[in-house]
């Protein structure tokens, strides 16, 4: 069974500590990506990359950032952790040049609660 | 950034009673897809839709995309419990937007 794995559902950090959020995908995809979701807000998208090593800027990207050191591997980092980053982190992945037409596989999310 | 607006952002019905939730945007896309999230899990594709006027039908989930690809709407006839949840509509290209989407809670 094909997944996207976020290594922890739950998160609790104090503010000011460097935190990281990993994502793995055994589906040999290119393009990995990492959302928040907020109540009434959606999911905003935070940093996405299409290659090993590449990364690009979301639309919220402040106080973020990411690694993409082996194809299926995208972490997150939070420099230094501030309460507004308490959120749910979504992980996602597809192939290149197919998201329009056969969407992301998302991982299960890993709720971070900044303290 | 292209903004995808979901309505209602809250809907509560009975079993057994049909439903319709929108998206709308006020730009043109090639694709929009539709995402269903149960809670504690993260959103799982339903359905994508391509072509302007395009009708797509999954068992009682009925996906129609505007004939100027701008909106899109998903209907669900006679709802059942196991419907619950986060109803997302997205677009875009590689990198894709969401809405705000819609929960719906279909009671028993």
């Known amino acids: 069974d094909v997944k996207v794995t976020q290594s922890s559902r739950y998160l609790v950090k104090r503010t000011g500590e460097k935190v990281f959020l990993e994502c793995v995908q055994d589906m040999d995809h290119e393009n990995m990506f990492w959302y928040r979701q907020d109540p009434g807000l959606g999911l905003r998208l935070i940093y996405f990359s299409y290659d090993v090593k590449m990364k690009e800027k979301g639309d919220i990207p402040e106080g973020y950032s990411v690694s993409r050191e082996k194809k299926e591997r995208f972490s997150l980092i939070l420099e230094s952790a501030s309460t507004n980053q308490t959120s749910m982190y979504l992980c996602?992945?597809?192939?290149?040049?197919?998201?329009?037409?056969?969407?992301?596989?998302f991982g299960s999310g890993t709720r971070l609660t900044v303290v | 950034t292209q903004l995808l607006e979901q309505s209602p952002q809250f809907l509560s019905i009975q079993e057994g009673e049909n439903l319709t939730v929108y998206c709308n945007s006020s730009?043109?896309?090639?694709?929009l897809q539709w995402y269903r999230q149960e809670p504690g899990e993260g959103p799982v594709l339903l359905v994508t839709v391509v072509t302007g006027g395009e009708v797509k039908k999954l068992k009682r989930l009925t996906f129609q995309f505007g004939d100027a690809r701008k909106d899109s709407s998903l209907h669900i006839t006679a709802a059942q419990p196991g419907d619950t949840g986060l109803y997302l509509c997205?677009?875009?290209?590689?990198?894709?937007?969401f809405g705000a989407g819609t929960r719906l809670t279909v009671k028993p």
């Open positions: 996602a992945s597809s192939f290149w040049g197919r998201a329009p037409a056969h969407g992301y596989t």
């Open positions: 730009s043109v896309f090639s694709s």
């Open positions: 997205a677009g875009g290209g590689e990198d894709m937007r």
